[in-house]
């Protein structure tokens, strides 16, 4: 959806502007998973010669993370898998480490979206989730 996209730079924007200022916090929220096994079996090479990934079977590592402009980052790491339970508590834990009006951008994709729209619903868009800590689900 475009207008929404446009609404969602726009909102970004002036929060950049804010927390430039100093007037909030302004993080970005992530997750992906990892494991040693790589979805693909190459990897960039130059041409004429050939080179090995090597792999292996492993555990599957679960990394949620918080950054800002200023490289802060805030991360936490799962070896079970990630659900609601878990994001809230990680938003719960990193509510702890500010002192300010905090906003977190999460980009809506898969795997994660699932979970945001079951937070979503619970407290509804763009509403103080946990004490100062202000959530914003952007669009993709």
């Known amino acids: 959806d475009e207008k929404a996209y446009q609404q969602a730079v726009e909102m970004i924007i002036e929060l950049i502007k804010k ?3 100093g007037e909030i916090d302004l993080f970005y929220f ?4 990892l494991n040693r096994k790589p979805s693909v079996s ?14 292996s079977q492993s555990r599957n590592l679960s990394v949620l993370g918080f950054i800002n402009h200023a490289c802060r980052f805030e991360s936490f790491v799962f070896e079970e898998s990630v659900n609601t339970d878990v994001v809230v508590a990680c938003f719960e834990e990193f509510s702890k480490t500010i002192n300010k009006p ?6 809506m994709r898969l795997p994660i979206q699932v979970t945001f729209f079951s937070i979503t619903k ?10 100062g800590t202000f959530l914003l689900i952007l669009p993709n």
Request: contains cysteine; negative net charge.
């Open 42 to 55: 190459y990897a960039w090479q130059e041409i004429g010669k050939y080179i090995t990934v090597q792999s």
């Open 122 to 131: 619970q407290i509804g868009k763009n509403v103080d989730f946990i004490s």
């Open 102 to 107: 905090t906003y977190v951008c999460v980009i």
């Open 19 to 21: 927390d430039k200022l």
């Open 30 to 33: 992530d997750e992906s998973s």
